[in-house]
């Protein structure tokens, strides 16, 4: 059975950081791109960053950029998501999810499987 299982959300404060993981099971992450979807309060998703199976290669979108930085285990079948100077912005449920291939997918769609979704809220 295919699982991702995100953890590490929470409340910070503004300036604050938090690191999220996202465990995999059931497929072979090593040959997955992986990518972190955001939700807002009444928004949309907002695809903010990928990285390529292989770990070598990320991208992120200018809303985060600087601020957070992703990496990936694949000994550990695990996706990792440090955050840092957080700010009320950053508040939604921030969802790990995977696509076989290696080129980055800068979208909110297209991904095989998800997680369920791990709420960060960031408020004084």
């Known amino acids: 059975e295919i699982h991702l299982v995100e953890s590490g959300g929470g409340l910070v404060q503004p300036g604050g950081s938090l690191r999220l993981s996202c465990v995999a099971s059931g497929f072979t992450f090593s040959t997955y791109v992986m990518s972190w979807v955001r939700q807002a309060p009444g928004k949309g998703p907002e695809w903010f960053s990928g990285?390529?199976?292989?770990?070598?290669?990320?991208s992120y979108a200018d809303s985060v950029k600087g601020r957070f930085t992703i990496s990936r285990d694949n000994a550990k079948n695990a996706l990792y998501l440090q955050m840092n100077s957080l700010i009320p912005e950053d508040t939604a449920v921030y969802y790990c999810?995977?696509?076989?291939?290696?080129?980055?997918?800068?979208?909110?769609?297209?991904?095989?499987?998800w997680g369920q979704g791990t709420q960060v809220t960031v408020s004084s």
């Open positions: 990285i390529n199976s292989g770990g070598g290669s990320t």
């Open positions: 999810a995977s696509k076989g291939g290696d080129t980055i997918v800068e979208l909110t769609y297209g991904y095989e499987y």
